[in-house]
């Protein structure tokens, strides 16, 4: 697979993650939504940590949420150098296209959230109670390397209770699927469950 067919995978993907973003973030105040169908729906939150709104300061409380961030912001920036190194690394030496789509997935969806982290708390005010603005005459809602990813594709598939003899959680309820993503999650999950469920394809030499 060559760099240019990659190169056009990672922009289409960057292309329709942040449209979606930017449309949601405009049109809707956080956690306003709407419903397509009653297992897949369009929810507003924003994540100001890592998967499942996970913040390092939740890890180590001994550093600040605003410490945190910049943290988590600064090490995605360094982990999306290194895909970028190991793609193109793998598009020089004539890896399998299974693999170089896979890390092609992987960088597109890093890059996208990353967008999100760096700049989106300069270019856009609070969701809170209302709908955003591009570009807001009184600044944003944080500074840069502090923005909130864009999350909005939510799947409640089926919610009920737990068995009540199941220990510790018998009786509560619960929803499947419960976590809200991005395209950007998406091809970042997609790229690695290839090179998780495809392992020997993806790594054999072509």
Same mark, same amino acid.
């Given at each position: ?19 979606? /973003? ?6 809707f105040a ?10 897949? /729906? =369009? ?18 409380? =001994? ?5 945190? /961030? ?35 997935? =992987? ?15 300069? =270019? ?15 600044? +944003? ?29 018998? +009786? ?19 790229g690695i +469950? ?13």
């Amino acid at each position: 697979m060559s760099l240019t067919k990659s190169s056009l995978l990672i922009v289409l993907i960057l292309v329709i993650d942040q449209v979606s /973003k930017v449309y949601v973030k405009t049109h809707f105040a956080l956690n306003d939504g709407f419903v397509v169908f009653d297992w897949f /729906k =369009i929810l507003f939150v924003e994540n100001d940590g890592m998967a499942w709104g996970t913040k390092i300061s939740d890890l180590i409380p =001994i550093i600040t949420d605003q410490s945190a /961030k910049l943290f988590l912001t600064l090490f995605r920036i360094i982990a999306v150098f290194g895909i970028g190194i190991w793609l193109g690394n793998s598009i020089k030496n004539g890896k399998t296209s299974l693999l170089i789509i896979a890390i092609s997935l =992987i960088l597109a969806g890093a890059l996208g959230n990353i967008i999100d982290s760096v700049f989106y708390g300069i =270019i856009f005010n609070d969701s809170h109670g209302q709908i955003a603005t591009f570009l807001p005459e009184g600044g +944003g809602y944080s500074s840069l390397f502090h923005g909130k990813v864009v999350d909005m594709l939510y799947f409640p598939i089926w919610k009920g209770a737990f068995p009540y003899w199941m220990p510790f959680v018998g +009786g509560e309820m619960f929803t499947f699927f419960n976590p809200v993503f991005n395209i950007a999650d998406m091809a970042i999950s997609t790229g690695i +469950g290839m090179l998780i469920f495809f392992n020997k394809a993806a790594f054999r030499e072509s």
